[in-house]
């Protein structure tokens, strides 16, 4: 397949229930920084390479606590048995995040992403060897009693360029997979606040 030719796009989904709540899927989707970003992404194995956060549209506020829109700028990391088969990918995404009501008022989570292009903007930089791939993911958590959330999410990927299509599909589902650590990143994450902000308080005391 010549390079800059497209191959068949991987279309995924997922469903399942994980213990917890909700307020604290939103918590781990959370990132509004680089840092929490990068500290996400190792803890949930999500393979993140380079990553910048080039905007924030919008960001929590008090009344709104999860919502954010940013864009994104990222690369994943390629493992060493397939530098010789695929190119590295990049990807420019628009991200979302935020609580909203669904048609029977019942209170839902969503966490979206989908590739944008912007031209003279943000460059593909192929020079560097990589390349655009196109994403476009919506996860949905509603709490399903008091200690499950159930997750939806429908994903697909269009990695463009010299790709099998197989391999481009595992790749995707074990990234979709990761949401299943969620809650675990969310606990940890708070925990690591109240430790940081209990040092805070005793240095200030000294």
Known sequence: MPEGSTPTKSLMVLHGTIDGNMDDCMFDSL???EETWRWR??????????ARLLAT??????????RFLGLKWFTKELPSVLSGIMQQRGFLILEATGLTRDSNGEKVGYFLMHS???PGIVPELPHLGLIREE????????????????MFCRSFLNPR??????????????????AIGVIDYA???????LVRHKKEKT????
Do not use: H, M
């Open 41 to 50: 992404s190792s803890y949930l194995y999500e393979g993140l390479d380079e």
């Open 203 to 206: 240095a200030a005391r000294q």
């Open 161 to 178: 360029g010299k790709a099998l299509n197989r391999l481009t599909a595992i790749i995707g589902a074990e990234a979709l997979l990761s």
């Open 116 to 118: 944008v292009s912007l």
């Open 135 to 150: 994403i476009s993911a919506c996860y949905i958590d509603c709490q399903l009693d008091s200690g499950r959330v159930e």
């Open 187 to 193: 606990y940890i994450r708070k925990l690591t606040w």
């Open 31 to 33: 990132d509004t920084t």
């Open 57 to 66: 549209l919008r960001g929590p506020t008090s009344e709104d606590p999860f």
